[in-house]
C-alpha cells in the first residue's frame, strides 16, 4: 500500500519500552471512585442519583445535557455519598462537579443483554453507543456516536494505533493483548458508518502489537476482505487525525474542516473495543488500559483502571516514590495536561500517567524569540507559530484567527524544537480560551439583546392593542344624540314636577 507523508512533524525519544515489559492486569478496586459529570467535549451530564443511593456496576448515574454530551455510569457497585464539588484533572486545577461512590466491594452488575451487532440496524448501533457513554479513547474526548452518524458516504474507515507520543503504551499493549475485541469493534463500526474500506494503521516501532492483529485477522472467517493493517513510520504527530489521514490516504482535510468531508472516518482502537463491549456484551465504558510511567515510577506498567480511580492510588501501586516526583502529567510530555493534586480521579480520556523524576524532563529558562523560523518548518499543519506567538503576546485575537489559530492541534511540535524555549502552545491554548470566552460573552449579549428588543416589541404591541379597545369603546355621534335626547327627557320631567308642586301651593 502506497504511504504519503504530512508537514513538519518530529522524531523523539519514545520512552515506551520501560512500561511494556508486563502484561496488563486490572487495577484494585479503589474504596472510593470520583466520577466528573463532565469527561468529555460538550455538555457535562446531569445526576440521575441522590446522595445515600445504591447503585449497581454499570448504571446509568447521569445522562446526557444535550445532543453533545455523553451519559455516566457507576464504575462498580456501592453508595453515592456526595455529589459535589472535586479536584478534577484540568490545566486550571479548579474543581468541577463530581459524583463519589464508597464502593461495597460487590462488584454487583447492572442487568446486560447481550446481541450480535449483524442483527442491529446503523441507528440501533448509534443509539447503543451513545447510551455506553463512549467517548473517543485517543484524548479528544468527542462523543462517539457522533462520528458513527456522517450524514455522507463514508469511503474509509481508519482505526488508529499509531500511539505517536512518547511514553504511551496503553494501546499498543491493547493491540497485543486484545486484536480480536479490536476487529470485532471495527466490523460494528464499519456497519454503522457503511465504509467501504478499513484501514488499521500501527506506527513501524510497534511490532508484536502488529503481529497480534495480523494474527487475530488471519483468523477471521468471514469479513476480513476488505480490512488492511498498514505499518506507518513511526514520527511524531502521526497519530494526529489529519495527519494520519494524510499518510495513510493522501487526502488533505480541509481548513477547519472535518475527515467526513474527504469521506473518512477515523476512531482510535481503544474506542473500538469500547464499541465491541457496549454493542456485543452491554457494558458501558467504565474501564480503560492506562499507562502509569516514568522516572519516579519503579514499577512502570500498563493497569486496566476503572474510571474514577484516584490518581494518587495508581502511582502507589506501581511504587512511584513521591520524594522524587517533579510533576505528574496524564497523558504524554508533548500534549499532556500537569497535575495540580494527586486526588484527582482518572477519567475517561486518561490514557497515561507519567511521573516525572527530577531533571528528567528539563524546564531551562526563555528567552527572547530569534525568529529562526524551526516551529513554521515542524509544524505538521503548516501553520506560522511564530506569527501566532507575537498575535497571542498582543492579545490581537482577530488577527490570530487570520491565521488559523483553530487548526492548532497542540502537539507541541513547535515548542520542542524552539531554541529559546518559549512555551508555544501554552500563547495557543490561552489564546483559544479568550477567544471562546469572548464568542460565549458575544452570545449571551446577543441573546439579552433580543429578549430587550422583543419585550420592547410586545410592550409596544400590548399599547396599540389597549389604545384599539379604548377607541372601540368611546361613544359615537349616535350614542351622544341618545344621550341628549334622554337628558332632554328628564329635564322636562323634572319641570313638570316643579309646576305640579307650585299649583299645590
Not at 256 to 283: F, I, K
Not at 384 to 397: C, E, G, N, S
Not at 431 to 460: F, T, V
Request: aromatic share 4%.
Amino acid at each position: 500500500m502506497r504511504l504519503w507523508s504530512f508537514h513538519g512533524g518530529i522524531e523523539v525519544p519514545g520512552h515506551k519500552e520501560i512500561s511494556t515489559t508486563r502484561p496488563v492486569e486490572p487495577a484494585p478496586l479503589p474504596k472510593r471512585l470520583i466520577l466528573p459529570l463532565s469527561q468529555h467535549l460538550g455538555a457535562p451530564a446531569e445526576p440521575l442519583v441522590a446522595e445515600g443511593e445504591e447503585v449497581l456496576k454499570g448504571q446509568m448515574i447521569a445522562s446526557p445535557a444535550g445532543f453533545v454530551s455523553a451519559p455516566l455510569h457507576a464504575s462498580s457497585s456501592g453508595k453515592v455519598v456526595a455529589i459535589g464539588e472535586h479536584p478534577v484533572p484540568h490545566p486550571s486545577g479548579l474543581s468541577a462537579p463530581c459524583i463519589t461512590i464508597e464502593t461495597d466491594g460487590e462488584e454487583r452488575w447492572v442487568e446486560r443483554e447481550q446481541r450480535d451487532f449483524r442483527q442491529l440496524e446503523p441507528a440501533e448501533i448509534r443509539e447503543t453507543v451513545r447510551q455506553a457513554g463512549i467517548v473517543g479513547l485517543g484524548g479528544a474526548g468527542f462523543p462517539a456516536f457522533i462520528k458513527l452518524n456522517p450524514g455522507r458516504t463514508i469511503k474509509t474507515l481508519i482505526l488508529n494505533g499509531a500511539e505517536c507520543e512518547p511514553y504511551i503504551t496503553s494501546d499498543d499493549m491493547l493491540m497485543r493483548e486484545r486484536p480480536e475485541q479490536i476487529l470485532r469493534g471495527l466490523l460494528i463500526i464499519r456497519r454503522a458508518v457503511q465504509a467501504r474500506r478499513c484501514i488499521i494503521a500501527v506506527e513501524d516501532n510497534k511490532p508484536e502489537a502488529e503481529r497480534s492483529l495480523r494474527q487475530a485477522l488471519g483468523s477471521m472467517k468471514e469479513d476480513a476482505d476488505d480490512i488492511e493493517i498498514v505499518t506507518i513510520p513511526a514520527r511524531y504527530p502521526a497519530g494526529g487525525e489529519k495527519q494520519l489521514i494524510r499518510v495513510v490516504t493522501g487526502q488533505e482535510v480541509p481548513s477547519g474542516g472535518l475527515p467526513v468531508q474527504v469521506g473518512v472516518v477515523c476512531h482510535n482502537v481503544s474506542t473500538a473495543v469500547a464499541v465491541y463491549r457496549a454493542v456485543e456484551l452491554g457494558e458501558p465504558l467504565i474501564s480503560r488500559y492506562v499507562t502509569i510511567t516514568g522516572g519516579a515510577v519503579a514499577e512502570p506498567r500498563n493497569l486496566e483502571v476503572l474510571i474514577g480511580t484516584p490518581v494518587e492510588e495508581l502511582l502507589q501501586l506501581c511504587g512511584t516514590d513521591p520524594g522524587a516526583v517533579q510533576e505528574v502529567i496524564m497523558g504524554g510530555p508533548m500534549m499532556g495536561i500537569s497535575l495540580a493534586s494527586l486526588g484527582v480521579p482518572l477519567v475517561k480520556t486518561g490514557n497515561c500517567l507519567l511521573a516525572v523524576g527530577r531533571g528528567e524532563i528539563e524546564h531551562p529558562e526563555v528567552m527572547p524569540c530569534i525568529r529562526c523560523g524551526n516551529c513554521a518548518e515542524a509544524c505538521p499543519m503548516s501553520l506560522l507559530p511564530q506569527q501566532m506567538y507575537w498575535h497571542a503576546r498582543a492579545k490581537d485575537f482577530d488577527r490570530l484567527r487570520e491565521y488559523d489559530l483553530f487548526d492548532c492541534i497542540e502537539c507541541g511540535c513547535c515548542a520542542y524544537v524552539c531554541p529559546s524555549n518559549i512555551p508555544l502552545v501554552h500563547y495557543y491554548r490561552f489564546a483559544k480560551s479568550e477567544i471562546r470566552a469572548r464568542q460565549e460573552q458575544k452570545r449571551k449579549a446577543d441573546i439579552a439583546r433580543e429578549r430587550h428588543e422583543l419585550r420592547e416589541q410586545r410592550l409596544a404591541r400590548e399599547k396599540a392593542e389597549r389604545a384599539a379597545r379604548h377607541a372601540r369603546k368611546r361613544p359615537g355621534p349616535s350614542d351622544e344624540s341618545k344621550k341628549a335626547a334622554i337628558q332632554a327627557a328628564l329635564e322636562r320631567a323634572r319641570a313638570g314636577k316643579q309646576g305640579a308642586a307650585q299649583d299645590d301651593v
